[in-house]
């Protein structure tokens, strides 16, 4: 069924290059327009409710490429997937594609083939996970803060203390990977995200163990999150800020706080595997992404920021116009930081082995 | 003679497919939990630890807590499903198949959606807690003990994995039990009557004693499954009530990538569970021989 879409889709558009081509050039062009429609495809992997999927419907029907769409929980959980599954475009954050590149497992892109690489914010460049830039196109980026519900506690929070707070007993939700759960620990006790000083590190898994000792969460979780801050099932969660604005939508009581101890700022990139099969469609897909318009869409979609600094200028209009009201410029905020609130924010530098190590068996530790 | 060449024939698909599926991986398992992690291969240098199975000492609590919750499951299994079993197989034939449709209907509909209703109706503002918020049942129970309650905490308790096991696996120990009990010869309840025994007798020395092969095997389809699960316990636990599955899961698809640890996990947990399931069943055996002694 999709093919005969597909190709229906590739026969209109021939059919749009047919009214506009020289006669000569006619056969041409739609038989290339027939081939391609047949069996190109590319396996994208990426986190969950992470992208406008109209937009896969709009790729497939643009280039004729058939998108296989998975999605997978955590940095952590997409490395293990990739032990046994082959993607094409992996949506990994900083910490994480650090890591990939050092075990050689990207491929370098060849940003001939994605032009809009070009439209991608200075700021969003070199970073530290890939400083010269050979592995990487910036997808989204934000901050992970706490969420937490208005109505259900007494005053406003401002630092992360409220996450291990037995005050909040069962009301908390810890956010169900060891990067993030460990890094708030950490933020907490004044230390870097990036320390490699084990004693800190056990220091911060001793502050979550105890908290979940004195029964303060209510669950570990990923994007079950939604559900229960949605619901007042609960009232304190950390989590991404972008996530937070699609509860917002459904919960008003729900507030967002970057905390005074600072918090995690990510940048979320896509990048092409090494075995990747499909690195031409892999290419396409992420020029596709990339473009002003796309962004545009799924930034309104996703609520994450894009790195795309003609999406990030033309977000306020494009919203006025497409809803009639204008945007809220403190939510805008939430979702794009500004640069003062970066500045207290630290990213996920990619950890030695041996700590990497020693955060998967403080984490099963903490779990069990 | 033709009909002897044929079936090994036959059996060349499923041996075929045991082999694949079945062995192979459980060598795979065997492999890796002797593997070194660091090694990486089990016949390199280094290759071969114990380390692995060392290491399971500090996970203790996750094995006790695990075997604990899906012994709780199925004895409440046996419980509510034998006298389930045992009046569904006394009734009309018609009562039987509409009992049997109801028995299999959830089993129609996703395993996941199915308990992850259940978060829906445990959850701080589920059903139960806004029916008895809308009765008055909290304002009534702080009225008399001087409590502070504003909810009931049900989910992330050992009682709601336990529940979420038993309202999935339940039908397989009625269900057994149930063709069991349908089978039994009614000449020998007859005979026992015609020598004098009342009913709880027949029942307590004929009935439930031919039964047992049907509680044996309605056991161990709902303790196997329920001791391995993880994703019960991660729906119902809210991740803070980890189990074997879950220990093992983590280890594979998880936050933490061993396999080599998630190996030897999955291997003792086998073995204990053949053993749990070799000692009743010899157990089984044991009070059926001496019963019919």
């Not at chain 2, 979420?164 to 026992?192: R, T, W």
């Amino acid at each position: 069924m999709k093919k005969q879409i597909v190709l229906a889709f590739t026969s209109a558009l021939a059919l749009g290059l047919l009214s506009s081509c020289a006669m000569e050039e006619v056969p041409e062009g739609s038989q290339s327009a027939v081939q391609t429609g047949g069996n190109r495809v590319v396996n994208v992997c990426s986190w969950g409710e992470y992208i406008d999927p109209s937009l896969i419907d709009q790729f497939e029907a643009e280039t004729g490429i058939t998108v296989n769409y998975t999605t997978a929980e955590s940095n952590e959980a997409l490395y293990s997937k990739l032990q046994g599954t082959n993607y094409d475009v992996i949506c990994p954050s900083d910490y994480m594609i650090s890591q990939l590149i050092e075990e050689g497992k990207l491929a370098e892109l060849n940003y001939d083939n994605i032009p809009n690489y070009a439209l991608i914010d200075e700021r969003f460049k070199n970073l530290s996970f890939d400083p010269d830039n050979k592995y990487t196109v910036p997808y989204t980026w934000g901050t992970l803060g706490l969420i937490y519900n208005s109505a259900m506690v007494s005053e406003p929070i401002t630092s992360w203390d409220a996450m291990f707070d037995p005050q909040y007993a069962g009301d908390v939700l810890m956010i169900k990977n060891s990067r993030d759960a460990i890094g708030i620990a950490l933020l907490d006790l004044g230390y870097s995200l990036n320390t490699t000083n084990e004693a800190e590190i056990q220091e911060a898994y001793e502050k979550l163990a105890e908290a979940k000792e004195a029964g303060v969460y209510q669950g570990f979780v990923m994007d079950e999150v939604f559900q229960k801050l949605e619901g007042g099932n609960a009232a304190i969660g950390a989590y991404y800020a972008g996530d937070y604005l699609t509860m917002l939508e459904n919960n008003p009581d729900l507030k967002y706080v970057v905390p005074e101890e600072g918090a995690n700022y990510f940048v979320d990139a896509m990048c092409v595997l090494k075995d990747a099969q499909n690195k031409d469609e892999a290419e396409a897909w992420i020029n596709f992404m990339a473009s002003t318009e796309v962004s545009l869409k799924n930034m309104d979609y996703i609520w994450y920021a894009s790195p795309n600094t003609e999406a990030l200028e033309q977000y306020p209009t494009y919203y006025e116009e497409t809803y009639g009201e204008p945007l809220d410029m403190e939510l805008y905020e939430i979702m794009a930081a500004p640069s003062d609130v970066l500045e207290n924010c630290e990213s996920y530098l990619v950890s030695p082995l041996e700590i990497r190590t020693l955060y998967n068996d403080l984490w099963t530790d903490l779990l069990s | 003679m033709k009909k002897r060449n044929r079936l090994p024939l036959f059996a060349v698909p499923y041996v075929g497919w045991m082999a694949l599926f079945v062995v192979a991986p459980i060598l795979m398992v065997v492999l890796y939990a002797f593997t070194n992690a660091q090694a990486g291969f089990l016949f390199s240098p280094d290759g071969f630890t114990l380390d692995n199975f060392a290491r399971m000492g500090s996970y203790a609590p996750v094995f006790l807590r695990s075997f604990q919750l899906a012994i709780v499951a199925t004895l409440v299994c046996v419980l509510i499903g034998y006298p389930v079993a045992y009046f569904m197989a006394r009734e009309g034939e018609q009562f039987q198949k509409m009992a049997m449709v109801i028995i299999m209907l959830p089993m129609w509909m996703n395993f996941l959606l199915r308990t992850y209703s259940w978060i829906a109706i445990l959850d701080r503002n589920g059903f139960i807690n806004q029916f008895c918020r809308a009765i008055g049942l909290f304002d009534l129970i702080n009225g008399i003990f001087g409590t502070n309650l504003e909810y009931f905490q049900m989910l992330g308790t050992p009682g709601a994995v336990v529940l979420g096991m038993v309202y999935n696996y339940l039908p397989f120990m009625i269900l057994p039990i149930y063709s069991v009990i349908l089978k039994l010869d009614h000449s020998l309840l007859e005979a026992a009557r015609d020598l004098g025994a009342d009913s709880v007798s027949v029942f307590r020395r004929v009935i439930f004693p031919l039964s047992l092969p049907g509680i044996l095997s309605g056991v161990t389809m709902v303790f196997v499954p329920s001791v391995s699960t993880f994703a019960i316990s991660q729906m119902m636990g809210g991740g803070t009530q980890m189990m074997l599955g879950d220990l093992i899961e983590l280890q594979f698809l998880g936050g933490a990538y061993n396999p080599y640890l998630g190996s030897a996990i999955a291997l003792v947990m086998m073995v204990i569970v053949v053993i749990c399931m070799y000692v009743m069943n010899r157990f089984g055996e044991g009070e059926e021989e001496a019963v019919m002694l």
